[in-house]
């Protein structure tokens, strides 16, 4: 994968007052998303809407849901979204559907408010991760650990979008860098003997960032 602008985003850092997951996966979105001029839904887009500058930089108007109240997005659940189809030209859904059971539910409300050819750009955990310092730990507000590129790939597919873009996030080198700050916060033990023996040949990201293009059923 081609290397992330490093004047992306400002630079990440230990002592970043944003949680370090949060700035890799905004150096992605930034770096992988493509320009529009029309409105973006930001699906799932948390009380601190980290994504509304990103989203207005790239030329859209934004526009924010969440369960939870934030500054600037609407409350609504992204399951029955309040909005008629054929709205957006694009989707941003961040680290979300892991959190959704009914995920399919909001694939589909996904594809019914994108305008034809409208993109969606989805961010979800790598069910394959190979795990560097620390076992993997599953928030209480997950449903699944993740998906497979195979499980996504199927269920959005059976929906009607086509895959444009498919990337892994959270290379070795960053997964250290996550493992060891939420090792950190969380007062876990970190395996180092593990991690000295450890050959990144062997690794599978934490992350993965696609691109969907919605067609229109027949």
């Not at 699906?43 to 930089?57: D, F, P, R, S």
């Not at 750009?121 to 310092?133: A, E, G, R, S």
């Not at 969380?186 to 395996?191: H, L, M, N, S, T």
């Amino acid at each position: 994968m081609k290397k992330l602008p490093r004047n992306s985003l400002p630079r990440l850092t230990l002592q970043s007052k944003i949680w370090i997951g949060d700035l890799v996966r905004m150096r992605y979105v930034l770096a992988l998303m493509p320009e529009g001029s029309n409105a973006c839904l930001d699906a799932g887009c948390g009380v601190q809407c980290l994504y509304k500058n990103i989203v207005e930089q790239k030329g859209y108007s934004w526009h924010g849901i969440d369960l939870k109240p934030s500054s600037f997005g609407i409350l609504g659940d992204l399951r029955k979204l309040p909005f008629k189809k054929d709205y957006f030209q694009a989707i941003l859904c961040v680290d979300v559907l892991e959190h959704i059971r009914e995920f399919k539910q909001a694939l589909t409300e996904f594809w019914r408010v994108l305008i034809d050819n409208g993109i969606l750009i989805l961010h979800t955990p790598n069910l394959l991760q190979t795990p560097l310092l620390i076992e993997p730990v599953e928030p209480d507000d997950h449903v699944r650990r993740g998906f497979t590129p195979l499980q996504l790939r199927r269920a959005l597919t059976q929906v009607g979008f086509v895959n444009q873009e498919f990337k892994y996030t959270f290379n070795w080198n960053e997964a250290i860098v996550w493992d060891y700050a939420y090792a950190n916060l969380q007062r876990f033990p970190v395996d180092l003997d593990y991690l000295l023996n450890f050959s990144p040949d062997d690794f599978q990201p934490y992350g993965t960032l696609s691109i969907w293009q919605k067609k229109r059923l027949r």
